[in-house]
């Protein structure tokens, strides 16, 4: 049994916590010893069934737009727990396959403030708990920002702005032992993938050519991304910092 966090005070927080992605994050987190702050947008039922089903976890309602909101929660989290040793984001809004000509401006301003923005003001919000614990910032993004998908650009704009912050994290805050790393999914089974198929913007056929792209010719789950989330948290990961760990079936290679 894996067992990384036991010994740390405070808690991670996990943003967006009932998406297909924060609930395996946060599940694995707790079941390797870590207190959990999970924030939601809308989902409080699945928020606090989450939390029930754990030990040590507490829940916020929480509007990443709104950034005086997002400090908030984050200090009465870290009060709640006696700090924050990880913060981690991994939510974001439902994002349509759309070609770049089709994307219109206010859709596009949209995404940009829900997602660029949200994680902005986590990361702000942020920076001085981490600080504190000497902790790290862990960005779930898209494997779509190394290899390009066709339609994809409405996630992958913004996500790329995101990973360009947690460079810049990464680069400014390690003189306080912070550090800041990016997981980027390829196509899984669950999360957004899962939205996309039920959704028809993923076909059969659209399913079966992002499979040939795979070498590993299979999708990947949520336990996947949470298992590079949970390693890069951890002091497994001590000396690595300003990384981004696509977990693909090495569709980016």
Same mark, same amino acid.
């Given at each position: 049994?894996?067992?990384?966090?036991?010994?740390?005070?405070?808690?991670?927080?996990?943003?967006?916590?009932?998406?297909? &992605?924060?609930?395996?994050?946060?599940?694995?987190?707790? @079941?390797?010893?870590?207190?959990?702050? &999970?924030?939601?947008?809308?989902?409080?039922?699945?928020?606090?069934?989450?939390?029930?089903?754990?030990?040590?976890?507490?829940?916020?309602?929480?509007? +990443?737009?709104?950034?005086? %909101?997002?400090?908030?929660?984050?200090?009465?989290?870290? *009060?709640?727990?006696?700090? +924050?040793?990880?913060?981690?984001?991994?939510?974001?809004?439902?994002?349509?396959?759309?070609?770049?000509?089709?994307?219109?401006?206010?859709?596009?301003?949209?995404?940009?403030?829900? =997602?660029?923005?949200?994680?902005?003001?986590?990361?702000?919000?942020?920076?001085?708990? &981490?600080?504190?614990?000497?902790?790290?910032?862990?960005?779930?993004?898209?494997?779509?920002?190394?290899?390009?998908?066709?339609?994809?650009?409405?996630?992958?704009?913004?996500?790329?702005?995101?990973?360009?912050?947690?460079?810049?994290? %990464?680069?400014?805050?390690?003189?306080?032992?912070?550090?800041?790393?990016?997981?980027?999914?390829?196509?899984?089974?669950?999360?957004? @993938? %899962?939205?996309?198929?039920?959704?028809? =913007?993923?076909? *059969?056929?659209?399913?079966?050519?992002?499979? @040939?792209?795979?070498? &590993?010719?299979?999708?990947?789950?949520?336990?996947?991304?949470?298992?590079?989330?949970?390693?890069?948290?951890? =002091?497994?990961?001590?000396?690595?910092?300003?990384?981004?760990l696509d977990v693909d079936g090495g569709y980016t290679v």
């Amino acid at each position: 049994m894996i067992d990384d966090f036991s010994g740390r005070p405070g808690a991670a927080l996990v943003a967006g916590a009932t998406g297909g &992605l924060g609930t395996a994050i946060a599940r694995m987190l707790a @079941a390797r010893g870590s207190a959990l702050a &999970l924030t939601y947008h809308r989902n409080a039922e699945a928020a606090d069934t989450l939390a029930t089903s754990v030990e040590h976890a507490a829940t916020w309602q929480l509007d +990443l737009t709104d950034a005086e %909101a997002s400090s908030t929660v984050l200090a009465e989290a870290a *009060e709640r727990f006696g700090g +924050l040793h990880t913060v981690i984001y991994a939510a974001g809004p439902h994002v349509p396959m759309v070609h770049l000509s089709r994307i219109t401006p206010a859709a596009f301003r949209s995404q940009l403030e829900q =997602d660029t923005l949200g994680f902005f003001h986590l990361m702000r919000a942020g920076l001085p708990l &981490l600080r504190q614990s000497r902790g790290s910032l862990i960005a779930v993004t898209t494997a779509a920002t190394r290899r390009f998908p066709v339609r994809d650009g409405l996630s992958a704009g913004p996500k790329g702005a995101v990973e360009a912050l947690v460079r810049g994290v %990464a680069a400014e805050e390690g003189r306080y032992g912070v550090r800041a790393n990016c997981v980027g999914p390829g196509m899984l089974t669950d999360g957004m @993938a %899962a939205r996309l198929i039920a959704s028809g =913007d993923l076909d *059969e056929r659209a399913l079966g050519v992002a499979r @040939a792209n795979i070498p &590993l010719r299979t999708f990947g789950t949520a336990e996947d991304i949470a298992e590079a989330v949970c390693f890069l948290a951890s =002091d497994r990961a001590r000396f690595i910092t300003g990384q981004q760990l696509d977990v693909d079936g090495g569709y980016t290679v």
